[in-house]
């Protein structure tokens, strides 16, 4: 990449050696994914906070696991949008702006449609990282594609969790299907 221009007019040397366009690319990738995982991070800490019922306690505790896990890649995509020259979210209202997964503002959520809905926002999650994925695959930004795979090991393995701890014994499901 070129030597950009800062303000003042004084050129700043860029530790990158991706194109200008790349870089407007993978940055514009990123913030959206920064934006999804700070809102699902925010929803995964209101269920967990708002948790109810006969499983609170594994409720409760498994979504401030997930919600931890979550954090920790916020501060790893917006560093990597930085470290290519771009620049990233500066706000809530950026989030908000930027968000594809919904908010959930509802003064009671069912302890087990909190589940469901968080599986299907970490789905959701994976899909928005394999295609970022995709496009850090094109213009040969390895170190981006190669955060991104932990990423979805992580959100894949977050989905599985809820999954598992929303499925209802079998016997159960028969007998309130009678
Ligand atoms: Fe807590």
């Known amino acids: 990449m070129k030597l950009k221009e800062s303000d003042d007019g004084q050129a700043l040397d860029v530790t990158t050696d991706l194109s200008s366009d790349a870089v407007v690319e993978i ?7 920064l934006a999804d995982v700070f809102a699902l991070y925010l929803k995964t800490k209101n269920f967990h906070w ?12 498994l979504l401030d696991e997930h919600a931890e896990q979550i954090f920790a890649m916020t501060d790893d995509i ?12 500066r706000s809530i209202s950026d989030v908000s ?24 926002d ?6 928005f990282l394999r295609s970022a994925h995709e496009i850090c ?3 040969n930004d390895v170190a ?9 090991d992580q959100t894949e393995r ?19 299907r009678t």
């Not at 917006?78 to 979210?89: F, N």
């Not at 003064?107 to 589940?115: A, Q, S, Y």
């Open 27 to 33: 940055s514009a990738v990123l913030r959206q994914l």
């Open 50 to 61: 708002h948790m109810s019922g006969r499983h609170f306690r594994d409720y409760h505790l």
């Open 78 to 89: 917006a560093e990597r949008a930085r470290k290519v020259g771009g620049t990233t979210l």
């Open 97 to 120: 702006r930027h968000q594809r997964l919904k908010d959930n503002n509802q003064d009671f959520v069912p302890p087990e449609d909190m589940l469901a809905e968080l599986r299907s």
């Open 122 to 127: 970490n789905q959701q999650l994976t899909r």
């Open 137 to 139: 695959e094109e213009v």
């Open 144 to 152: 981006t594609t190669s955060l991104i795979e932990v990423w979805i």
């Open 158 to 176: 977050r989905t599985w969790f809820l999954a598992e701890t929303a499925r209802r014994p079998e016997g159960l499901a028969a007998v309130q």
